[in-house]
Nanobody
C-alpha cells in the first residue's frame, strides 16, 4: 500500500525558510515523478512544484519560481520542498503526491496518491 507522509511544516515569519519532506513507502519510488500541491484557506488546491523520476527535471508554479526548490533522494524514498523567502500568501496546507508518470505534470489528474498534508503558516 502506497503511503506518503509529509513533515516539516510550521509557523514562520515572512522572509524565513522551511524545508518540507515527504517520505514514501509501498512503491518503487524511483519510477515515478512526484509533486507538491497546496491549498490555502478558502481556495482550491493548486500546483506548487514537480520533479521527474530521476530528479533531472523539475517544474514550478510561477508564484514560487525562484524561491522554492524541489528535490528527491531515491535511496531514502523522500521528496523535499525547500521554501525560501516565504510570504504570507504561501500560507496553506502542503500536500505531497505521487504521479502516475515518470515526467512532471502540473495537473492533479496525473497524481494518484496523496499525503495527509502539512500546515505552513507565514506571518507578516
Amino acid at each position: 500500500q502506497v503511503q506518503l507522509v509529509e513533515s516539516g511544516g510550521g509557523l514562520v515569519q515572512a522572509g524565513d525558510s522551511l524545508r518540507l519532506s515527504c517520505a514514501a513507502s509501498g512503491l518503487t519510488f524511483s519510477r515515478y515523478a512526484m509533486g507538491w500541491f497546496r491549498r490555502a484557506p478558502g481556495k482550491e488546491r493548486e500546483f506548487v512544484a514537480a520533479i521527474n523520476y530521476s530528479g533531472g527535471g523539475t517544474a514550478y508554479a510561477d508564484s514560487v519560481k525562484g524561491r522554492f526548490a524541489i528535490s528527491r533522494d531515491n535511496v531514502k524514498n523522500t521528496v523535499y520542498l525547500q521554501m525560501n523567502s516565504l510570504k504570507p500568501e504561501d500560507t496553506a496546507v502542503y500536500y505531497c503526491a505521487k504521479s502516475t508518470a515518470y515526467s512532471t505534470y502540473a495537473t492533479e489528474v496525473y497524481y494518484d496518491y496523496w499525503g495527509q498534508g502539512t500546515q505552513v503558516t507565514v506571518s507578516s
